[in-house]
């Protein structure tokens, strides 16, 4: 079975500092990752994903993620933060027995992310 | 170009009252999805297809139904809606759902009030 957690419910940081989003992750094979992004009233917009590539997988707006298979994370992080990040962020795991199995998303419970002047 | 093309992007509907949100896409992708998100929660799957083929969550209630037309629609179907339908319904697609490396792209969401 799969689950993801996400440490922090709330983040809140002042604009140009660094942004760390934490996410754990278990599976019983091996995952897909994936990072969304959703602002107020709007639909989930993918940020990145990891499928057994790179570790260190490189995403829209400036964001990036490591994949650590030893510590189960996945991780987001920014070094500069900007006042249009202000959002909620969903980590998601994604698996199957193989690779013609179905492979359904788990979603973390989310992590909004306030960003201050 | 939008992707994935949700309408209306806001429905009010009446206790009881049939109501059909609607889910395009442009992405001829194979497998089309519906999920329910309450403030503050995160998504909920309440159905997909691939294809044609219908796959229904086991917890999702009888009176949310969907029908998919053709490759590029998909309809959101909820027969009797209560104060506890209230949502924002999300459409989402992946081309093909399989081996757990797809990547599902989002609709911007029709978010339902029941007055």
């Known amino acids: 079975a799969q689950s993801v957690t996400q440490l922090d419910s709330h983040v809140s940081v002042s604009e140009g500092t660094p942004v760390l989003l934490r996410c754990n992750y278990s599976?019983?094979?091996?995952?897909?990752l994936f990072w969304y992004v959703q602002h107020p009233n709007k639909g989930l917009q993918l940020l990145l994903k990891?499928?057994?590539?790179?570790?260190l997988v490189k995403g829209i707006n400036g964001f990036e993620a490591e994949f650590k298979k030893s510590e189960t994370s996945f991780h987001l992080t920014k070094p500069s933060a900007h006042m249009s990040d202000a959002a909620e962020y969903f980590c998601?795991?994604?698996?199957?027995?193989?690779?013609?199995?179905?492979?359904?998303?788990?979603f973390g419970a989310g992590t909004q992310v306030v960003v201050t002047p | 170009d939008a992707m994935v093309i949700q309408n209306p992007r806001y429905q009010v509907t009446q206790f009881g009252k049939p109501v059909t949100l609607s889910c395009s896409q442009t992405?001829?992708?194979?497998?089309m999805y519906w999920y329910q998100q309450k403030s503050s929660q995160a998504p909920k799957l309440l159905f997909h297809?691939?294809?044609?083929?219908?796959?229904n969550e086991a917890d999702t209630p009888d009176n949310f139904q969907s029908r998919r037309p053709n490759t590029s629609f998909c309809f959101l179907d909820i027969r009797s809606p209560g104060l506890g339908d209230a949502a924002m319904y999300l459409c989402?697609?992946?081309?093909?759902?399989?081996?757990?490396?797809?990547?599902?792209?989002f609709g911007p969401g029709t978010r339902l009030t029941v007055l």
């Open positions: 998601v795991v994604s698996d199957s027995l193989t690779t013609d199995s179905w492979g359904k998303f788990q």
């Open positions: 990891y499928t057994s590539a790179a570790t």
């Open positions: 989402a697609t992946s081309r093909d759902g399989r081996g757990g490396t797809d990547t599902q792209y």
């Open positions: 599976s019983s094979y091996s995952p897909s």
């Open positions: 992405l001829n992708h194979n497998v």
């Open positions: 297809y691939y294809d044609k083929d219908f796959n």
